[in-house]
């Protein structure tokens, strides 16, 4: 059988090819799993692999990752051949092609109408926005584990939405649980550490509560973050001031929390969070923190201040309304 998975969910897609697996018992856990990337396999033993009997067991396993753009990329006769090689599997074979990164529509997947003819074509949406708690809820869940919506928001907001990092927080989550089964707010502000996101929200927070030790110890931690510069950790706080400027002046205007997710473009659970922090700001001192971040960031790109000076100083600013931005 050709089975086609397309998506971004990669979590539920590797689940869905495990749980095929497991199905089929003996003859996968005997090594008759043959595994192909896409993008670099030889496609003549491609279509021989699927076209021949398993060594081991009754049954061969083609897992094959990314073939979607190589196929795209083939000139007509060879794409024929190489189709007419896949819709022709040998009985004994279960081919799986496994398409985590394809952003088009999934019908526009070249095997597509070929998979759902002769097998099964499988879409794995990742939910965003207002779904993305639930999203969270449902993995401890599956894990026999309780969590309130409160420590799926704390989680997002530590992690983000990116699939295979929430699953592998979230099964550290499951472990540390044990055996109460229960998952609380506290045990993801232990054990779950901060992205740049992360620490962006909680140091905004510390800067409207006025919270000085607190701020100066998250923007030496914003400064260590691997892999950002300054100019990539200053975007994000200025993004940040923005949202928040925006949510405050919007709410002022009596609008919906759905217009503020069409218009910022966040998640349900975001625009509720900056919407509380907005509160702990007025508008003049969002106005005067974005402009801060602004000059900050102009400061960064043009001269050798390093990341930590800049985010000292920055906070320090902003924590003394008789310093403005010149």
């Not at 993801?188 to 992360?198: E, F, I, M, T, Y």
């Not at 973050?225 to 928040?244: S, Y």
């Not at 001269?303 to 920055?314: G, H, S």
């Amino acid at each position: 059988m050709l089975r086609l998975y397309v998506g971004d969910d990669l979590v539920q897609m590797e689940e869905a090819l495990g749980e095929l697996l497991s199905q089929l018992g003996p003859s996968a856990a005997q090594g008759a799993v043959v595994r192909f990337e896409g993008a670099s396999a030889d496609l003549d033993e491609l279509a021989m692999a699927c076209q021949s009997a398993p060594f081991l067991g009754s049954t061969r396993v083609v897992v094959v990752r990314e073939l979607g753009g190589r196929l795209l990329a083939l000139d007509e006769a060879a794409k024929r051949a190489l189709l007419g090689a896949l819709g022709s599997l040998a009985p004994t074979t279960e081919l799986v092609i496994v398409e985590p990164d394809w952003t088009d529509d999934p019908r526009a997947h070249p095997l597509w109408e070929l998979a759902s003819a002769k097998g099964e074509a499988k879409v794995f949406s990742l939910e965003r926005g207002r779904d993305a708690v639930a999203w969270v809820l449902r993995r401890f869940a599956r894990e026999g584990v309780s969590a309130d919506p409160n420590v799926a928001v704390e989680l997002l907001t530590r992690v983000g939405e990116e699939p295979l990092q929430l699953q592998s927080e979230i099964q550290k989550l499951v472990t540390h649980s044990l055996p109460s089964k229960k998952v609380s707010l506290s045990d993801v502000q232990a054990l779950v550490p901060r992205s740049v996101q992360g620490n962006v929200f909680a140091l905004v927070e510390a800067l409207g509560g006025k919270e000085a030790a607190r701020a100066l110890k998250l923007a030496e931690e914003l400064s260590q973050t691997e892999g950002e510069g300054a100019g990539g950790v200053l975007a994000f706080l200025g993004r940040h001031f923005r949202n928040l400027l925006a949510v405050k002046e919007m709410l002022a205007e009596r609008k919906r929390f759905q217009d503020l997710e069409r218009q910022l473009d966040v998640p349900s659970w975001q625009v509720r969070r900056l919407a509380a922090q907005s509160t702990r700001f007025s508008l003049a001192e969002l106005e005067r923190s974005l402009a801060l971040t602004v000059q900050a960031d102009l400061r960064a790109k043009a001269t050798d201040a390093d990341l930590p000076q800049i985010l000292v100083e920055l906070v320090a600013q902003i924590l003394s309304p008789e310093q403005d931005p010149v």
